[in-house]
């Protein structure tokens, strides 16, 4: 309500004692002399102020004056010329909070408020500069008893009234606590002192740990993880004398209260409690494309067909991932995580992209071993860069590759049929596998297993797709199609760089070649150089006898090593292995005197012969060719030539099943092969066997094998 109100308005309220005209209201106000002032607005005529009313007027119409003043949010009480410590209570301009510090220092607060702590000091707040309003029309302690009536009849604006139960700290059952006259006098001393933190209520003393607390939590802690249900069946006999077990609830509210470190403490180790715990995450903001690469290997959840016999097996991946743009520009794949497979995952990145100051990653053997950390010889010494390894077993802080296993590898197993992840269902599973089997004893092969040379494709469609998909870790922008904002690509913000004036350090044909040579430190000796495999020799190596070296080599071609000096790297020669290596004795010579070996030993056998003859002298009896048979030798040479008359009959081949082999498969399809080539008629059953066992590695590897050493080389 207004501090000034005209003669309508006073007789619109119909106060008790007052006339309810316009005209009698004027009347009365002349005869009594009450405190007015001209009405500025457009009318004209006179206004009287409350205040000097509320002092005049019969108790009954100053009550019901009140009781409008206080139901109603006025103007400003220094408009009737009272100033009240310095507050104003025009609403509408400040809130409550600056209102009441206004003029104030705020007291240091030792802890961090609760919401409800910091409700009950605006709604105290609140209560005193309503008091204060009042104040300066009928005086400090009428105003307190006229809100506190208010209150109790619940009479108060509503707004206010509303604060009355929140400006109690302990508002009661159901909330019907009110207001006191010693209570609003209390909180106008603290606020004269404090200010509005001074109103601010206490927060209620931390409850002490219940006696039987310690011994919960040391049967609850434990690795095993046991269920809150059976640890208070072992609780009753782990209490000490005289302390009551509590009940199920009890204990699972006290649970609740622990802080979650605390609660699973002992039931996680140091490295899986790290996920309880606080972290910082790590920007990338000021990084250039490839300053840090970081890379990892991941045994793909699914089946492809191993590359040499064609069994189902799971091939390692290995990826390279910019860290600023998520772009993965390398990746390589084996039979296994090995320096290898990492080696051939940065030359494929290096050539497809540029060279990177820092290569983060874990401490597998693929990323610790020599071939790729050491100083002179390794990989990455020789790149430039610097290797980092994160601590063992802190995956945390690889976050960004390991996000990258799930969102590229394992998305991409999720779309083959032998995918066997842990989330895949086990009776599907078990179903493909037995199929698999079944396959690969029909003919070798299954139809649920990716080859190799497809599995390779597979992957770089993949990672090509998921360098254009938009990553949630980069900046929004809007889509240039659809005009909808979206996250970045990998391959975008590599773009995007690019057009600012980055361009990445690249190396040239030749030293890429020379860059996927592993390098070892050896000594040379006369021309010559030793790997476990075999020694390499160059004249020019000569002059640096006894000196060390780096000694480079080909993992797939051993005939050749690239020797260079071990400081600068510049190349000396390179060496051919056995390049030193001379028959004994010239080809010819040593082709006479084998021949002359043979003819010695031949003489020495003839004469041993002659010799074998000699020894068995003259014969006792001796048969002439005009000797008679006697009539009963003639019979049995009769019987005798009768039987070679007729011919034995042949017995039947005994029937020998032998088990399939490599061999025999491949000679089965040799045979079906050449029966179609001739025209001649093969059956369904065979022509079906031969289309799918002809698509199998086996078969091409067998084909290579017998084309070029034939038949007798191939396995049994």
């Known amino acids: ?57 019969p108790d009954g119409a100053r009550r019901s ?89 619940g009479q108060l604006r509503p707004d206010l009234q509303e604060l009355v139960a929140a400006a109690n700290a302990r508002p009661g059952k159901e909330g019907k606590r009110t207001l006191s006259i010693r209570t609003i006098k209390r909180w106008r001393s603290l606020h004269g002192t404090g200010g509005i933190d001074a109103l601010t209520p206490a927060a209620p003393a931390p409850a002490a740990p219940p006696a039987w607390g310690a011994a919960l939590l040391k049967l609850y802690n434990t690795p095993t993880k046991r269920s809150l249900a059976a640890v208070m069946e072992d609780l009753p006999g782990a209490l000490p004398e005289g302390i009551p077990c509590p009940d199920y609830h009890a204990a699972r509210r006290f649970l609740a209260r622990v802080s979650v470190v605390d609660r699973e403490r002992g039931r996680h180790g140091p490295n899986g409690l790290l996920k309880f715990k606080g972290f910082k995450r790590r920007s990338t903001e000021g990084l250039q494309p490839l300053d840090v690469v970081t890379a990892d290997g991941h045994s793909f959840k699914a089946d492809v067909a191993h590359p040499v016999h064609g069994k189902p097996f799971r091939p390692e991946v290995c990826a390279l991932q910019d860290v600023t743009t998520r772009y993965v ?16 995952s940065i030359r494929h990145g290096v050539s497809s992209l540029g060279l990177f100051a820092l290569f983060y990653t874990d401490n597998g053997s693929g990323f610790v071993a020599k071939a790729m950390t050491a100083d002179v010889t390794g990989f990455l010494s020789r790149l430039g860069a610097t290797p980092d390894n994160s601590l063992p077993g802190r995956a945390q802080s690889r976050g960004k590759i390991e996000r990258l296993q ?13 995918y066997s992840g842990r989330d895949m269902d086990g009776e599907a599973r078990r179903k493909v596998v037995k199929l698999i089997t079944k396959d690969l004893k029909a003919c070798g092969a299954s139809r649920f297993l990716i080859g190799w040379q497809d599995f390779l494709d597979f992957c770089t469609a993949e990672v090509e797709a998921y360098n254009n998909r938009p ?38 044909p030749e030293a890429m070649t020379d860059l996927w040579r592993p390098y070892e430190i050896r000594s040379t000796a006369r021309g010559e150089v030793r790997l476990p495999w075999g020694t390499y020799y ?47 004795q010239p080809a010819s010579k040593v082709e006479y005197a084998r021949q002359r070996r043979a003819a010695g030993r031949e003489k020495l056998l003839t004469t041993h012969i002659e010799e074998v003859r000699a020894e068995l002298g003259t014969p006792l009896i001796e048969l002439s060719a005009e000797q008679e048979f006697s009539p009963a030798l003639e019979a049995r040479q009769r019987e005798i030539e009768a039987e070679l008359l007729h011919p034995i009959p042949a017995e039947p081949d005994p029937i020998v099943h032998q088990l399939e082999t490599r061999r025999t498969r491949f000679l089965r399809a040799l045979d079906i092969e050449a029966r179609m080539d001739a025209g001649e008629p093969v059956s369904a059953e065979d022509e079906r066997w031969h289309s799918v066992y002809s698509t199998q590695p086996e078969y091409r590897a067998t084909r290579h094998i017998y084309e070029d050493f034939g038949a007798d080389a191939l396995e049994a």
Not at 331 to 343: D, I, K, N, Q, Y
Not at 554 to 577: N, P, Q, Y
């Open 471 to 508: 990553h949630r870790s980069l900046k929004r922008i809007h889509d240039e199609v659809t005009g909808k904002l979206r996250h970045q690509s990998p391959a975008e913000a590599l773009e995007e760089h690019r057009l600012n004036g980055w361009v990445p350090d690249t190396l040239t």
């Open 329 to 344: 520009f390398g990746w390589s794949t084996g039979l296994a995580e090995s320096s290898h497979v990492v080696m051939d």
């Open 65 to 153: 004056l009140l009781k409008a003043v206080a139901e109603t949010a006025g103007d400003d009480p220094a408009a009737c010329g009272v100033r009240v410590d310095g507050l104003t209570t025009n609403g509408l301009q400040k809130t409550v909070r600056d209102v009441m510090t206004a003029g104030k220092v705020p007291a240091p607060i030792s802890q961090p408020l609760a919401d409800w702590q910091l409700r009950c000091a605006d709604a105290r707040a609140a209560i005193l500069l309503e008091v204060e309003r009042l104040t300066c029309f009928v005086g400090v302690e009428a105003a307190i008893e006229e809100v506190v009536h208010l209150a109790a009849e």
């Open 1 to 57: 309500m207004r501090a000034w109100l005209t003669a309508s308005q006073l007789a619109d309220l119909k106060l008790p004692g007052l006339p309810g005209s316009k005209f009698r209201v004027i009347e009365r106000a002349r005869r009594e002399g009450w405190a007015s002032r001209k009405r500025s607005d457009r009318g004209g005529g006179s206004e009287y102020c409350v205040q000097s009313l509320l002092k005049s007027l």
């Open 538 to 584: 160059a004249q020019e190596l000569v002059p640096f006898g006894g000196e060390k070296v780096r000694v480079g080599y080909d993992i797939h071609d051993g005939s050749k090593a690239w020797v260079r000096t071990l400081e600068e790297g510049r190349l000396i020669a390179v060496a051919v292995r056995d390049a030193n290596v001379v028959p004994e």
């Open 406 to 418: 799930s969102t590229l590898w394992k998305r991409a197993a999720r779309k083959l049929p032998s």
